[in-house]
């Protein structure tokens, strides 16, 4: 499930708001080069985890039901509502980091009783 931001404005509404009349210290090659860099951050963060990171994410969902005595699909759950997402396939690939962050600092008895 995406959530979208209605305040995010769009690259071309960039440009054109870079290229008003009082903006006119940018070059247009510094304002096409920020465009493209907005555009690639956009899609870097709606990009879902790769194979791999999925496989280790799992594993670590895995490991920490074994160790605390939790369920696989509940451990699952969890991590997906601290991320707003459905389902683990869906978490974001740039949160890896904090992903496992997060797995590794999870206590299901605190959460669950």
Not at 45 to 53: M, V
Not at 74 to 85: D, Q
Request: hydrophobic content about 40%; some cysteine.
């Amino acid at each position: 499930m995406a959530k979208t931001n209605k305040t995010q404005i769009t690259p071309e509404e960039l440009f054109t708001h870079a290229i008003s009349e009082n903006r006119s210290e940018l070059s247009e090659a510094d304002l096409r080069l920020l465009i493209s860099g907005l555009t690639a951050l956009r899609e870097a963060s709606t990009k879902p985890l790769n194979k791999i990171e999925l496989n280790a994410v799992r594993g670590m969902v895995a490991y920490v039901a074994y160790t605390q005595g939790a369920d696989e699909a509940m451990v699952a759950s969890v991590l997906a509502a601290h991320y707003s997402t459905d389902k683990i396939e869906d978490l974001p690939s740039r949160c890896y980091p904090n992903i496992i962050e997060f797995l590794v600092d999870l206590n299901m008895d605190n959460l669950v009783n």
